[in-house]
């Protein structure tokens, strides 16, 4: 399995992280925490949140600390699905830190505007438009930038340089060689003029001015931030969508006598009501009322399930029949909805080794491009140009070098990509599972509850000549409603469906290892094997005997059924396939990958099942110790594997297979084991697990390659004197806005699975 990281390596704490502006803000925060004696930690900048592992008894408060010490600021996050989680989770464009940046945005555009509009358009500077200008940019170079000045002198102090660093760097170079034009060169003279070029234009220095640069360099960057962090709420929309499916307030039985507390307030054991239309409050099981329950919210599901007493039901889904009371089982971060919350957002907090690498780079990307702007203003200097030519170059290649676009390469995509797959109920348990997906050539299934059902069903009815259908199955399904074997419960369930209501048995007896027998509407029934029938002088026709062989050849469980001395038919029970099955099959062979069935039965049931939807390999009567074995097996033939299951017995495959799959439907240790958990029952939700995977993994890299790719070329372009600082800080701006954009586009992923 991919993720690797020991169960027991220590304790979780999770921090929020504020201040943040790029990722090498991330970088430096990471490493002051990693340098604690048994901290582990990871800091994501698109999340602005830090997974933190540190020894078992450890104080969260030396670690909030340690990042205020770095200039930072950190918190402990409230518990999920809590009143505090739910009101930070939607509190949107609420958010004072992007209330500030819409602010100094706004400001630096009607500032700015005409600055640039006097630069560029010679015919727009009037005699003293240039302290017009200066008059206008100041307050968007000391006001607007000042969170980039401030961090700049934080990373001073601190001995450490990001992408604020360059910024202000750019910015106050910009401002003051206008004030040193202005003031003590020929600038300032009345009815100066200096036309806009896209490259750069070497003069005597003294007589230009650049606060188009520092607005125009302060206004771009700006309105990428706030685009930027607009766009990463965006992108986790999906996870603040599935925190608020639950509902706010609940109907608790206390004497009998309901009352509404908040759900917050609910306690393991407290029985409450839940009227048609209200949502579960939490997990729990039925105590009385039937009625049906809407889980397409949370499961994608569109066919409401039947519950009654006994059924357990999931918290944020809707009742939509009758009356319900219910017991609660597991409430708050206990609940189905709260772990798959946590998934999600484990997910998107992680980073997979591509992430790695581009926070390496953007780590140290700051001191180089530092450097090669002191190379650049030398150069040009060296080479006899004038000091305006070689400072404006210096100043494009500090503006234009952005790492933050390698720093969102990675979290924007893992967060939209992991959010849609929550909508769809696909829960990507780590980054490194991305990296699997895109090795992954063969599927190996477990029959029971992932290609079937896992519950026996009644599939076929044969009655002997002179016997009526609905007779036999209104005397036999009557009988066995009385007991309480799945085999029973699977014929009486059919019976229902077919007949309606059945009567009420008289004088039920269990014969054990046999069967049943009792009185039904005055007749004497037996249900059950041959052998009993035999007992009772009852015999099948040899047509019938006939049937029932074949029957059992292929796997299925087949009872007999008499009355008045007579055998009137059999009855035939199987494990059905799901109706999605081969449909699945088909999907996963069309995305190139090989399918293999893995079961625990005989042989001609795996072969029947496996013909059915369409599987040529099949290995059949596996002991649960040794589906291990297989996916080993079929690991050292070169193949990468990739396994689907949903038992208890399938955990140790999940975790031995390359990529693990777990049917949400199923245990909770199959589902602690994989990599990926399917909240539906439906197998094509695994083919939409790895499209998603593959499509996010492929944005990524696209990501990757235009955040390498601009800076690579920008570069040298600003060095060489081709680039205006203004320009050079637009593109700038853009690179990161493209990359966001780019990733959101994983919101219009589309599952295999029809609505």
Not at 93 to 108: F, H, M, V
Not at 559 to 566: E, F
């Amino acid at each position: 399995m991919s993720t690797s990281a020991p169960a027991n390596a220590g304790t979780g704490v999770e921090l929020e992280i504020g201040g943040m502006t790029c990722a090498s803000c991330a970088m430096r925060i990471e490493k002051k925490l990693n340098k604690l004696d048994g901290v582990v930690a990871t800091v994501n900048y698109a999340t602005e949140k830090a997974k933190v592992t540190v020894p078992d008894g450890y104080d969260p408060a030396a670690l909030i600390a340690e990042v205020e010490k770095t200039g930072y600021s950190a918190s402990i996050p409230a518990p999920k699905g809590s009143k505090n989680d739910a009101a930070s989770a939607g509190e949107g464009t609420a958010d004072p830190e992007l209330r500030s940046l819409r602010n100094r945005l706004i400001g630096a555009i009607v500032l700015t505007v005409p600055v640039i509009a006097m630069a560029m358009i010679p015919a727009l500077q009037f005699t003293y438009w240039q302290w017009a200008s200066l008059a206008l940019a100041a307050p968007v170079i000391l006001w607007a930038a000042w969170p980039f000045h401030r961090a700049a002198w934080m990373n001073l102090r601190h001995g450490t340089a990001t992408m604020d660093t360059l910024i202000s760097l750019g910015t106050s170079a910009a401002f003051l060689w206008s004030l040193y034009a202005l003031f003590f060169g020929t600038a300032g003279t009345p009815g100066m003029t200096h036309p806009f070029e896209f490259a750069l234009a070497p003069s005597d220095g003294a007589a230009n001015i650049y606060l188009e640069v520092g607005a125009g360099v302060t206004m771009f960057i700006l309105a990428g931030r706030y685009f930027e962090k607009r766009s990463k709420k965006q992108a986790g929309a999906a996870l603040r969508a599935l925190l608020e499916l639950g509902a706010k307030d609940v109907a608790v039985l206390r004497g009998g006598v309901e009352t509404k507390i908040p759900v917050e307030d609910l306690r393991v054991g407290d029985q409450f009501v839940v009227r048609p239309g209200e949502k579960i409050a939490t997990d729990g099981v039925v105590v009385s009322g039937t009625s049906a329950v809407d889980a397409s919210m949370l499961t994608g599901e569109a066919v409401p399930v039947e519950v009654a007493e006994g059924d357990t039901v999931t918290g944020a889904t809707t009742n939509v029949g009758g009356r319900l009371v219910v017991r609660a089982t597991r409430i708050g971060s206990d609940t189905q909805l709260a772990q798959m919350a946590q998934l999600v957002e484990d997910a998107q907090t992680g980073k997979a080794e591509v992430q790695r690498l581009a926070d390496r780079i953007s780590g140290v990307f700051v001191p180089i491009v530092i450097v090669i702007a002191v190379v650049a203003l030398g150069g040009w200097l060296g080479a006899g140009f004038p000091v305006s030519a070689a400072f404006t170059a210096a100043v494009a290649v500090l503006v234009i070098a952005c790492p933050c676009a390698l720093g969102l390469a990675t979290p924007t995509a893992l967060l939209v990509g992991t959010g849609r797959g929550a909508q769809m109920g696909v829960l990507i348990k780590g980054p490194e599972v991305l990296e699997s997906t895109r090795r992954i050539d063969t599927v190996v299934l477990d029959k029971t509850g992932t290609v079937t059902s896992g519950r026996m069903t009644l599939v076929d009815v044969v009655v002997e000549a002179g016997t009526d259908r609905a007779e036999l199955l209104r005397l036999a399904g009557a009988l066995e409603d009385a007991s309480e074997h799945p085999i029973a419960q699977a014929i009486a369930k059919g019976a229902t469906q077919e007949v309606g209501t059945l009567p009420m048995p008289e004088d039920f007896a269990n014969i054990e290892g046999k069967g049943v027998q009792g009185i039904v509407d005055g007749h004497a029934v037996l249900v059950g094997r041959d052998s009993l029938l035999a007992e009772w002088s009852q015999t099948l026709s040899p047509e019938l005997a006939s049937t029932k062989a074949r029957a059992e050849g292929e796997g299925k469980t087949v009872v007999a059924v008499g009355w008045d001395g007579q055998a009137r038919g059999i009855l035939v029970v199987a494990d059905t396939v799901k109706p999605s099955s081969a449909e699945a099959i088909a999907q996963f062979t069309a995305i190139g990958l090989t399918p293999i069935l893995l079961t625990g039965d005989n042989d001609a049931v795996a072969r029947r099942i496996a013909a059915e939807v369409g599987i040529d390999e099949v290995f059949a009567e596996v002991l649960p110790k040794d589906k291990v074995d297989v996916v080993t097996r079929l690991q050292r033939e070169g193949k990468t594997v990739a396994m689907i299951g949903d038992g208890v017995n399938d955990a140790p495959a999940l975790a031995q297979a390359d990529l693990g799959i777990a049917m949400g439907t199923g245990a909770d240790v199959a589902i602690e084991a994989s990599d990926i958990t399917l909240v539906r029952g439906d197998l094509r939700s695994a083919v939409d697990a790895i499209r998603l995977s593959r499509r996010t993994l492929g944005t990524i890299k696209t990501n990757l390659f235009w955040a390498f790719a601009y800076n690579v070329a920008a570069i040298p372009v600003a060095a060489l004197g081709m680039l205006n600082p203004m320009l050079a800080g637009a593109a700038m701006a853009l690179s990161s806005v493209f990359v966001v954009g780019n990733s959101l586009r994983l919101r219009g992923f589309r599952s295999v699975i029809p609505r």
